[in-house]
Protein backbone atom coordinates (compact mmCIF):
# COMPACT_ATOMS: atom_id res chain seq x y z
CA UNK A 1 0.00 0.00 0.00
CA UNK A 2 1.21 3.52 -0.69
CA UNK A 3 2.09 5.84 1.97
CA UNK A 4 0.61 9.20 0.84
CA UNK A 5 2.39 12.69 1.45
CA UNK A 6 -0.87 14.94 2.40
CA UNK A 7 -0.85 18.34 1.45
CA UNK A 8 0.08 20.01 5.18
CA UNK A 9 2.97 17.35 5.15
CA UNK A 10 4.43 18.57 1.32
CA UNK A 11 3.87 22.61 2.78
CA UNK A 12 6.30 21.90 5.54
CA UNK A 13 8.74 19.95 3.61
CA UNK A 14 9.49 22.89 1.38
CA UNK A 15 9.50 25.69 4.24
CA UNK A 16 12.21 23.69 5.94
CA UNK A 17 13.67 21.85 2.75
CA UNK A 18 17.49 21.31 3.84
CA UNK A 19 18.70 21.54 0.56
CA UNK A 20 18.79 22.62 -3.10
CA UNK A 21 18.42 22.52 -6.52
CA UNK A 22 21.10 23.12 -9.42
CA UNK A 23 21.42 26.00 -11.22
CA UNK A 24 19.37 24.53 -14.05
CA UNK A 25 16.70 22.83 -11.55
CA UNK A 26 15.36 26.32 -10.47
CA UNK A 27 15.34 27.75 -14.44
CA UNK A 28 12.61 25.07 -14.67
CA UNK A 29 10.56 27.20 -12.33
CA UNK A 30 8.01 26.60 -9.30
CA UNK A 31 6.04 23.78 -11.65
CA UNK A 32 9.20 21.44 -9.83
CA UNK A 33 10.15 21.44 -6.38
CA UNK A 34 12.47 19.45 -4.82
CA UNK A 35 10.61 17.67 -1.85
CA UNK A 36 12.88 16.18 1.46
CA UNK A 37 10.99 13.97 3.70
CA UNK A 38 11.30 10.76 5.83
CA UNK A 39 9.21 8.19 7.07
CA UNK A 40 8.66 7.04 11.00
CA UNK A 41 7.12 3.68 12.11
CA UNK A 42 4.50 3.81 15.11
CA UNK A 43 7.63 3.77 17.67
CA UNK A 44 8.60 7.11 15.84
CA UNK A 45 12.03 5.25 14.31
CA UNK A 46 13.05 6.26 10.84
CA UNK A 47 12.09 3.54 8.21
CA UNK A 48 15.06 3.44 5.74
CA UNK A 49 15.48 1.64 2.07
CA UNK A 50 11.52 2.68 0.78
CA UNK A 51 11.35 3.06 -3.02
CA UNK A 52 9.44 5.22 -4.79
CA UNK A 53 6.58 2.68 -5.35
CA UNK A 54 6.07 2.86 -1.36
CA UNK A 55 5.01 6.85 -1.88
CA UNK A 56 2.12 8.80 -3.65
CA UNK A 57 1.97 12.13 -4.02
CA UNK A 58 -1.37 14.41 -4.30
CA UNK A 59 -1.70 18.06 -4.70
CA UNK A 60 -5.10 19.22 -4.33
CA UNK A 61 -5.97 15.69 -4.22
CA UNK A 62 -4.49 15.22 -7.91
CA UNK A 63 -2.15 12.12 -7.98
CA UNK A 64 1.23 13.65 -9.14
CA UNK A 65 4.56 11.39 -10.75
CA UNK A 66 7.31 11.80 -8.16
CA UNK A 67 10.94 12.33 -10.15
CA UNK A 68 13.91 11.83 -9.50
CA UNK A 69 13.31 10.14 -6.36
CA UNK A 70 16.58 8.97 -4.14
CA UNK A 71 17.21 7.74 -0.71
CA UNK A 72 18.88 10.02 1.74
CA UNK A 73 22.72 10.88 1.89
CA UNK A 74 23.91 9.73 5.01
CA UNK A 75 24.90 12.35 8.04
CA UNK A 76 28.84 11.27 6.96
CA UNK A 77 28.46 12.09 3.49
CA UNK A 78 30.30 15.35 2.18
CA UNK A 79 29.36 15.33 -1.20
CA UNK A 80 27.52 18.41 -1.47
CA UNK A 81 28.54 22.08 -0.26
CA UNK A 82 27.22 23.82 2.30
CA UNK A 83 26.31 28.04 2.12
CA UNK A 84 25.45 28.99 5.71
CA UNK A 85 24.90 32.69 7.67
CA UNK A 86 24.97 32.22 10.69
CA UNK A 87 23.05 35.34 11.99
CA UNK A 88 23.68 36.43 15.66
CA UNK A 89 21.21 38.35 17.99
CA UNK A 90 23.06 41.14 18.91
CA UNK A 91 20.82 41.39 22.64
CA UNK A 92 22.58 41.74 25.74
CA UNK A 93 21.29 39.34 26.97
CA UNK A 94 23.40 37.23 24.73
CA UNK A 95 26.57 36.06 26.64
CA UNK A 96 29.35 37.18 24.81
CA UNK A 97 31.66 34.85 26.56
CA UNK A 98 29.78 31.90 25.69
CA UNK A 99 30.12 33.28 22.43
CA UNK A 100 33.37 33.89 22.48
CA UNK A 101 34.13 30.08 23.50
CA UNK A 102 32.40 28.51 20.44
CA UNK A 103 35.58 29.91 18.07
CA UNK A 104 36.72 27.09 18.13
CA UNK A 105 34.22 24.61 17.28
CA UNK A 106 32.83 26.93 14.62
CA UNK A 107 35.91 27.02 13.13
CA UNK A 108 36.40 23.03 13.28
CA UNK A 109 32.76 22.88 11.48
CA UNK A 110 34.16 22.97 8.54
CA UNK A 111 35.71 19.39 8.54
CA UNK A 112 31.99 17.67 8.59
CA UNK A 113 30.95 19.82 4.92
CA UNK A 114 32.36 19.21 1.43
CA UNK A 115 35.76 21.34 0.94
CA UNK A 116 34.01 23.88 -1.19
CA UNK A 117 31.31 25.02 1.43
CA UNK A 118 30.83 28.41 2.51
CA UNK A 119 30.24 29.80 6.09
CA UNK A 120 29.94 34.15 7.46
CA UNK A 121 28.97 35.17 10.59
CA UNK A 122 26.55 38.71 10.64
CA UNK A 123 25.66 40.31 13.96
CA UNK A 124 21.76 41.73 13.81
CA UNK A 125 20.27 44.54 15.56
CA UNK A 126 18.31 47.07 14.04
CA UNK A 127 20.84 46.53 10.90
CA UNK A 128 22.59 43.50 10.23
CA UNK A 129 26.65 43.82 9.81
CA UNK A 130 29.25 41.06 8.45
CA UNK A 131 31.87 39.70 11.07
CA UNK A 132 32.63 37.42 8.26
CA UNK A 133 31.41 37.34 4.86
CA UNK A 134 30.95 34.09 3.17
CA UNK A 135 34.31 32.21 2.43
CA UNK A 136 36.14 28.62 3.23
CA UNK A 137 37.94 30.78 6.36
CA UNK A 138 37.77 28.73 9.62
CA UNK A 139 40.42 31.24 10.90
CA UNK A 140 37.92 34.30 9.98
CA UNK A 141 34.77 32.17 11.48
CA UNK A 142 37.00 31.66 14.47
CA UNK A 143 37.79 35.27 14.58
CA UNK A 144 34.06 36.47 13.77
CA UNK A 145 33.16 34.72 17.41
CA UNK A 146 36.52 35.83 19.43
CA UNK A 147 35.46 39.15 18.67
CA UNK A 148 31.98 39.01 19.28
CA UNK A 149 31.58 41.24 22.53
CA UNK A 150 33.88 44.10 20.72
CA UNK A 151 31.87 44.30 17.52
CA UNK A 152 28.53 44.39 19.33
CA UNK A 153 29.53 47.24 21.15
CA UNK A 154 30.33 49.05 18.38
CA UNK A 155 26.58 47.66 15.98
CA UNK A 156 24.91 50.51 17.64
CA UNK A 157 27.82 53.57 16.82
CA UNK A 158 27.20 53.74 13.67
CA UNK A 159 26.77 52.11 10.23
CA UNK A 160 29.57 50.49 8.48
CA UNK A 161 29.96 49.75 4.65
CA UNK A 162 29.67 46.05 5.83
CA UNK A 163 26.14 46.81 7.60
CA UNK A 164 22.71 47.05 6.22
CA UNK A 165 19.28 48.35 8.00
CA UNK A 166 16.80 46.12 8.91
CA UNK A 167 15.04 47.97 11.08
CA UNK A 168 12.27 46.93 13.28
CA UNK A 169 12.40 43.33 11.92
CA UNK A 170 15.58 42.61 13.05
CA UNK A 171 16.49 39.13 13.27
CA UNK A 172 14.25 38.17 10.99
CA UNK A 173 14.71 40.88 8.29
CA UNK A 174 18.48 40.33 8.77
CA UNK A 175 17.49 36.83 7.49
CA UNK A 176 15.61 37.48 4.34
CA UNK A 177 18.16 39.61 3.38
CA UNK A 178 20.60 36.64 3.78
CA UNK A 179 18.38 34.43 1.79
CA UNK A 180 18.77 36.86 -1.01
CA UNK A 181 22.85 36.57 -0.55
CA UNK A 182 23.03 32.88 -0.41
CA UNK A 183 21.21 32.27 -3.33
CA UNK A 184 23.28 34.91 -5.34
CA UNK A 185 26.69 33.57 -3.61
CA UNK A 186 25.40 29.80 -4.78
CA UNK A 187 24.92 31.24 -8.43
CA UNK A 188 28.21 33.04 -9.02
CA UNK A 189 30.98 31.22 -7.15
CA UNK A 190 32.72 29.45 -9.66
CA UNK A 191 33.47 26.16 -7.31
CA UNK A 192 29.70 25.98 -6.70
CA UNK A 193 27.98 26.91 -10.44
CA UNK A 194 25.70 24.47 -11.84
CA UNK A 195 26.09 22.13 -8.18
CA UNK A 196 23.51 20.88 -6.12
CA UNK A 197 24.33 23.42 -2.55
CA UNK A 198 22.40 22.77 0.80
CA UNK A 199 22.02 26.64 1.47
CA UNK A 200 20.85 27.62 5.20
CA UNK A 201 20.83 30.69 7.96
CA UNK A 202 21.29 29.37 11.75
CA UNK A 203 19.72 32.00 13.56
CA UNK A 204 21.50 32.51 17.09
CA UNK A 205 18.99 34.47 19.72
CA UNK A 206 17.22 34.15 23.28
CA UNK A 207 14.09 34.61 21.39
CA UNK A 208 14.58 38.73 21.06
CA UNK A 209 11.68 38.53 18.13
CA UNK A 210 9.47 41.49 17.55
CA UNK A 211 6.01 39.79 17.90
CA UNK A 212 4.62 42.07 15.05
CA UNK A 213 6.97 41.16 12.16
CA UNK A 214 5.04 39.11 9.66
CA UNK A 215 7.03 35.40 9.67
CA UNK A 216 4.80 34.64 6.75
CA UNK A 217 6.97 36.05 3.81
CA UNK A 218 9.93 35.09 5.23
CA UNK A 219 8.75 31.28 5.18
CA UNK A 220 7.75 31.74 2.09
CA UNK A 221 11.20 33.24 0.45
CA UNK A 222 12.71 30.13 2.24
CA UNK A 223 10.70 28.00 0.44
CA UNK A 224 11.14 29.49 -2.30
CA UNK A 225 14.47 29.74 -2.72
CA UNK A 226 15.30 26.38 -0.57
CA UNK A 227 16.70 27.68 2.31
CA UNK A 228 16.66 26.06 5.32
CA UNK A 229 16.32 28.15 8.33
CA UNK A 230 17.58 27.05 11.74
CA UNK A 231 17.05 28.56 14.86
CA UNK A 232 19.03 28.10 18.12
CA UNK A 233 17.85 29.22 21.12
CA UNK A 234 20.43 30.71 23.05
CA UNK A 235 20.14 30.28 27.13
CA UNK A 236 20.76 34.03 28.94
CA UNK A 237 23.41 32.29 31.82
CA UNK A 238 24.86 29.17 31.69
CA UNK A 239 27.94 27.18 30.43
CA UNK A 240 26.09 25.51 27.72
CA UNK A 241 27.96 25.93 24.01
CA UNK A 242 25.97 25.82 21.08
CA UNK A 243 28.07 23.34 19.18
CA UNK A 244 28.04 19.62 19.88
Not at 10 to 23: D, H, I, K, P, R
Not at 110 to 123: H, R
Not at 180 to 188: I, K, P, Q, T, Y
Not at 226 to 232: D, G, I, R, S, T
Amino acid sequence: MATRLALPTLVLVLVSAASFGTQQERALGPSRVRIYFSVLDKQEKPVPGLSADKFELRLNGKRTDLEGFRPGLAHTDRSIPLVLWILIDWNPNVSAEMMRRQGDAAAKAFTLFNPDSAIGVKLVSDRSETLQPLAHDPAGLHRAFAEFSRRRGMLRVGAGEDSVEVGAGGILGAAEYAIDELVNFSLADPALKGREVHRAIMILSDGNVNPNYGKKPLYEKAGVENVFLYPVFVPRSGPYGLWV
